[in-house]
């Protein structure tokens, strides 16, 4: 497996690399937990999707198995902020405005958004290594431009998962109950430092987008 990382600048130096990361959203979050968000029949794409915004990908044998979105806290574009941020400030549906106690804003701070794992990956191990490149990508590019901590929106389940990995996650707000796919999220923050090195990652269990009766989400949906 391989990681790459880029912004927008850069994407057309990886080929489709940024419209394959889009397919895999869209079979996961629209296909699979059937949410709400702006997307056709082959990719899902939205308001965060902008020149802010970063990505940390992983290749299998050329094709994108793997991805995550971020973008430092201070980003603006347009009316949009980051996505905690706007849900505190009442501009997305589904997301309560007390998910954080406080929207922060600072060059420090980075949030993570749609993190996604192809169900072609089907063991625990693939699927443990595949997170672990996409989060140490995104880490060092939120640490090369000053961030010390990445927030998310996960299921609660989660802290444990990055923990395990090697990651110092905990929950910063109360959890609450989604209203696409009725399952619950809270809002985590971790230190945007690599996770502790080890000779192997060790296996953990995984959600899979597909083949699963309840697949979970790493963050909530954003509607306008």
Known sequence: MEN???NMAQLHQYGSAFY?????RKRFFVDQLGWDIPHDDDVEMDQYDNPTAYYSLVLQDGKVVAGIRA??????????????RDAVDGKLIGIPGDIIPEATVARSVWEATRVVISDELTTHAERSNALSLILDGVVEEAKR???TEIMALCPPSFA???RQLGY???????PY??????????????PAECRM?????????????THMPQPQAVHAPSVI
């Not at 973008?71 to 905690?84: D, E, N, R």
């Not at 110092?168 to 109360?174: D, E, T």
Request: charged share 20%; no cysteine; proline share 6%.
């Open 71 to 84: 973008m430092p806290t201070t980003a603006q574009w347009g009316s949009h902020t980051y996505m905690l």
């Open 20 to 24: 394959d990361f889009l397919r895999l």
């Open 197 to 209: 090195k080890q000779q192997h990652v060790q296996p953990v269990k995984l959600p899979q987008a």
């Open 168 to 174: 110092g996650a905990q929950p910063i707000g109360q």
């Open 160 to 162: 444990r998962t990055l």
């Open 145 to 147: 431009r000053g961030a």
């Open 177 to 190: 109950r989604n209203m696409h796919d009725e399952r619950r999220y809270v809002a985590m923050s971790m």
């Open 4 to 6: 790459i990382t880029f």
